[in-house]
């Protein structure tokens, strides 16, 4: 059975509670890695500056303490598109031990306009967020 390395649960434990429980239930299942939790606010603006979040700081959802959205990837890391297949299977196995566990989560990868296949965050009442 796949397990977090030291670095993942390390990042993991910078989340949401809940967020923990879905991410460690789906390890179960498929093997993945804890990428980025939670986001100060030179990361925060350095990723808006990159273009992988359309908000600045303070405004994501990782910005808060416990962050409440964390990027994850499929383990052996491949950012080859050829491999992209392997995102949307992680997130189909995330996706499900949310709605096992009874916590709505957004994946980045729905999203409209914004394709963020890594980012996984809890679903705030009213819609959700760009990273």
Known sequence: MPS???????ILNTCNE?????????IKVTDFT???????????NQAFENGTSKLKYPGS???????EAADCAPWPVSWDPKDECRFY????????AA?????QVVWGGSWQGFKD??????KKMGGDSNA
Not at 34 to 44: A, F, I, S, T
Not at 89 to 96: H, K, P, R, S, V
């Open 4 to 10: 977090f390395s030291k670095k993942s649960l390390e």
């Open 117 to 122: 296949l890594p980012h996984f965050e809890l």
């Open 61 to 67: 959802r990782r910005n808060k303490i416990p962050s």
């Open 99 to 103: 709605k096992y566990l009874g916590k």
């Open 89 to 96: 299977f992680m997130a189909g196995i995330i996706l499900a």
């Open 18 to 26: 809940d967020l923990q429980k879905v991410l460690k239930e789906a």
């Open 34 to 44: 804890v990428l980025c939790g939670h986001r100060g606010e030179k990361e925060q």
